[in-house]
């Protein structure tokens, strides 16, 4: 007969399985519960967070660059167009205020999470040309020549495409060649270089009109919680004001762009915009002196992104670009239209051992094309991609006071930004205010025209952007080349210095002055 303390030992031996058992029963059930599909949390298909590189899965299956041009991926942005209003002293119509879509706005001063970037279904379309009423045929003539003309006394030219806009009148032509085997034509997309800055400059003081923060805010104060800005020795770089980024008066010294470093960068299989912060942990000159340069640009890119919450190009797509039906223009990050047309320059100064030629066929960009490459490091100073035509209605919506690009008191804000010191921008006398300069235009009668807009040259192409308030006229002239940095026939050596942009602008805004 077993002693009590045997009946005890089996008793608790019994209970533990019991117990046991039960609990394996009860893990599995919550297990069970856990799979259940309607647990799993469904990802939004229509949201993405940013990724480095391009997707060779969305290449284009149109492309007609060459077979020795490397094709990259088209970036899913859909474009339209742009809302605002016009700062018109003589308007009497009220606009409808240039409200962004909800999803790209939020509404705290100071986001903590970082952008979200929205993976549109289309791309920008360059294969057409809005349709316009063109011009006078005795203008359009005159157009024609002074292009012909100048581009004809170039050198070291390769392709060149040019509009004029004027109040729903459009003239457009293109000359030369986009790359050896394609010609230039009025839809084919380029870079448009320090142009690009238009756009950053009218984001920022959007977002300013609305609220989001102020032009006396500083870098410190506005990427507070962005971890990559908190990360660097922010010691070495000047806690610079929004305003004194937007007239380039930071004290912030551009690094040398093809420098060991950054050609690093360039040519890194991955890529992120934080990136490019380590290199501005340089010396500095003094706050309040003009010193023009892509950091600038790259510091109001990140303050515009990390305060939206929403990732640049889609902000500039959304503000802007859709509400004007402005279809060919857009701010690549990493990806290039294929059909963009090829740059050409003098290679030694970007990594290669020639001359003048292709700058795509230097052999460091064999992996990341060369546009793709450069974009990385002037990102929202000088990468953005569109034609002559959009560019030329971009200006006329941005300046005019008949435009609806951005809402009257931002104009207002942006046109008397001008600081009293002329300064030089692409060697010719200039006043630069909020990402926008002020130039002179002497014409053939001797009488001058002022106009607003910006310039941009280098890695390959050249580009003006003009708008000239007393004409209500708006200009742009791309190319892929850096023709733009030599004298055209209506300058001479003791002359203030002038490219054949200028001459043409000269000449293009004469014929329409003659007219009025």
């Known amino acids: 007969?077993?002693?009590?303390?045997?009946?005890?030992?089996?008793?608790?031996?019994?209970?533990?399985?019991?117990?046991?058992?039960?609990?394996?029963?009860?893990?599995?059930?919550?297990?069970?519960?856990?799979?259940?599909?309607?647990?799993?949390?469904?990802?939004?298909?229509?949201?993405?967070?940013?990724?480095?590189?391009?997707?060779?899965?969305?290449?284009?299956?149109?492309?007609?660059?060459?077979?020795?041009?490397?094709?990259?991926?088209?970036?899913?942005?859909?474009?339209?167009a742009i809302t605002a209003e016009m700062d018109s002293p003589d308007a009497s119509a009220t606009l409808a205020p240039n409200v962004p879509p909800t999803p790209t706005k939020t509404p705290?001063?100071?986001?903590?999470?970082?952008?979200?970037l929205t993976n549109r279904t289309t791309t920008p379309d360059f294969s057409d040309l809005a349709s316009y009423p063109e011009f006078p045929a005795?203008?359009?003539?005159?157009?024609?020549?002074a292009l012909e003309e100048e581009f004809e006394a170039s050198a070291q030219k390769v392709g060149i495409s040019a509009a004029v806009y004027q109040n729903g009148l459009l003239w457009t032509q293109a000359l030369g060649l986009a790359n050896e085997s394609r010609p230039m034509t009025p839809t084919t997309p380029l870079r448009v270089m320090s142009t690009s800055r238009t756009f950053v400059g009218a984001l920022v003081l959007s977002q300013i009109q609305d609220g989001l923060y102020g032009l006396n805010d500083r870098v410190s104060t506005l990427l507070a919680d962005h971890d990559d800005y908190q990360s660097l020795d922010t010691s070495q770089i000047p806690d610079a004001t929004v305003e004194e980024l937007l007239t380039m008066t930071s004290g912030?010294?551009?690094?040398?762009?093809?420098?060991?470093?950054?050609?690093?960068?360039?040519?890194?299989?991955?890529?992120?915009?934080?990136?490019?912060?380590?290199?501005?942990?340089?010396?500095?000159?003094?706050?309040?002196?003009?010193?023009?340069?892509?950091?600038?640009?790259?510091?109001?890119?990140?303050?515009?992104?990390?305060?939206?919450?929403?990732?640049l190009n889609e902000l500039i797509q959304a503000e802007f670009l859709e509400p004007l039906s402005i279809k060919a223009a857009f701010l690549p990050e990493i990806d290039t239209p294929s059909s963009i047309a090829t740059p050409y320059g003098d290679q030694s100064q970007y990594g290669g051992?020639?001359?003048?030629?292709?700058?795509?066929?230097?052999?460091?960009?064999?992996?990341?094309?060369?546009?793709?490459a450069d974009s990385r490091v002037s990102w929202p100073g000088a990468s953005a991609v569109s034609t002559a035509e959009s560019m030329a209605r971009w200006a006329y919506e941005l300046y005019s006071s008949k435009g609806l690009a951005i809402k009257p008191e931002v104009r207002s804000q942006q046109i008397g930004s001008f600081r009293p010191e002329t300064i030089s921008l692409a060697a010719a006398p200039q006043k630069y205010g909020f990402h926008i300069a002020q130039k002179e235009h002497l014409l053939s009668d001797g009488t001058s025209v002022s106009t607003y807009g910006h310039p941009g040259g280098g890695a390959?192409?050249?580009?003006?952007?003009?708008?000239?308030?007393?004409?209500?006229?708006?200009?742009?002239?791309?190319?892929?080349?850096?023709?733009?940095?030599?004298?055209?026939?209506?300058?001479?050596?003791?002359?203030?210095?002038?490219s054949p942009l200028d001459c043409m602008t000269r000449r293009f805004l004469s014929a329409v002055a003659d007219q009025s």
């Open 108 to 116: 705290a001063l100071t986001p903590t999470v970082a952008p979200v």
């Open 252 to 311: 912030i010294i551009d690094v040398p762009i093809h420098g060991m470093g950054p050609y690093m960068i360039m040519t890194a299989s991955s890529w992120e915009k934080s990136d490019m912060l380590p290199l501005m942990n340089k010396s500095h000159g003094p706050s309040g002196t003009f010193l023009y340069g892509n950091d600038n640009s790259y510091l109001l890119g990140l303050i515009a992104e990390h305060m939206a919450g929403n990732d």
């Open 460 to 498: 390959g192409y050249a580009s003006v952007m003009f708008y000239a308030p007393s004409l209500d006229l708006s200009i742009s002239i791309l190319s892929n080349s850096d023709l733009g940095h030599l004298l055209g026939t209506c300058a001479s050596r003791t002359e203030t210095w002038l």
């Open 353 to 372: 051992s020639g001359g003048f030629g292709d700058l795509t066929q230097i052999p460091m960009y064999s992996k990341i094309p060369f546009n793709e």
């Open 1 to 80: 007969m077993a002693t009590k303390s045997e009946i005890t030992a089996g008793q608790i031996k019994l209970i533990s399985f019991l117990f046991g058992l039960s609990l394996v029963f009860l893990i599995a059930a919550c297990g069970s519960e856990s799979e259940s599909p309607e647990s799993v949390p469904t990802l939004e298909p229509t949201l993405i967070t940013k990724t480095s590189g391009s997707n060779p899965q969305t290449q284009s299956p149109n492309s007609t660059i060459s077979a020795t041009v490397p094709v990259t991926a088209l970036p899913t942005a859909e474009p339209t």
């Open 138 to 145: 005795p203008l359009t003539a005159i157009f024609s020549k």
